[in-house]
């Protein structure tokens, strides 16, 4: 079966301070993977998704950046975090496939960022 | 813009009886909706799903139905349960290639014993 981890679970920075949170994903091959942020009482906002390695497309300008190093890793970047940059940062999978057919994301279990 | 809307934050239902969250949704491209359950400070979990080429959906207790030229899904859980307590979000993508998915801004569900 398929598993998603994030890590770390909770994290307090200082603004200007630089971020990585890494996604991996095990029991699949070539997932599409995608980063989303929720920011307090709001919905899910989609920031980043790649549908391989290498391949990034961003979907909401800011001074966030993704890479996708590995098949299976997604690491979400920034070189000086505002307050702004608070939230909840949800890593998500999809099967990686090319059709007319939908799939369903899975989510992984967050990771709580305060920027203070 | 946004084009996936829950209009409702909260809800109330007590147990045993009906729960119906809705959805409103203004892409006529979308083509797939589905509904994820989240609790506080955990990532949110697929619960189920509709293709547009379907009007309704059902998994136990969970029902999704679609009316398409309304551009609204609801999710009916039936009996609700204590544990269905949680925020609800629906969301949407228009097909193909990477899903993109659009999502609703969130209903709180509360079930009162």
């Known amino acids: 079966s398929q598993t998603i981890h994030q890590w770390p679970a909770t994290l307090v920075q200082p603004v200007g301070s630089p971020l990585s949170l890494e996604c991996t994903v095990e029991g699949t091959s070539n997932p599409n993977l995608y980063w989303y942020r929720q920011a307090a009482g709001r919905g899910l906002q989609l920031l980043f998704y790649?549908?391989?390695?290498?391949?990034i497309s961003s979907e909401v300008p800011q001074n966030l950046s993704a890479s996708r190093p590995q098949d299976r890793q997604f690491i979400l970047s920034s070189k000086k975090l505002l307050l702004s940059d608070s939230g909840f940062y949800l890593c998500a999978w999809s099967v990686g496939v090319w059709g007319f057919y939908q799939e369903t994301q899975y989510f992984g279990p967050g990771t709580r960022l305060l920027v203070l | 813009d946004q084009q996936v809307k829950q209009n409702s934050p909260s809800l109330s239902v007590q147990e045993g009886r009906i729960s119906i969250l809705n959805c409103d949704y203004t892409?006529?491209?979308?083509?797939?909706f589905l509904w994820y359950k989240k609790y506080p400070a955990e990532g949110p979990t697929f619960l189920i799903s509709i293709s547009s080429i379907k009007d309704k959906n059902e998994d136990g207790r969970f029902t999704v139905f679609l009316n398409k030229s309304a551009k609204h899904l609801s999710l009916h859980i039936v009996p609700s349960q204590p544990g269905d307590s949680a925020v609800y979000f629906c969301?949407?993508?228009?097909?193909?290639?990477?899903?993109?998915?659009?999502f609703g801004q969130g209903t709180r569900l509360t079930i009162n014993p």
């Open positions: 790649s549908v391989g390695i290498g391949q």
């Open positions: 969301a949407a993508s228009g097909g193909g290639g990477a899903q993109k998915l659009v």
């Open positions: 892409n006529s491209m979308f083509d797939y």
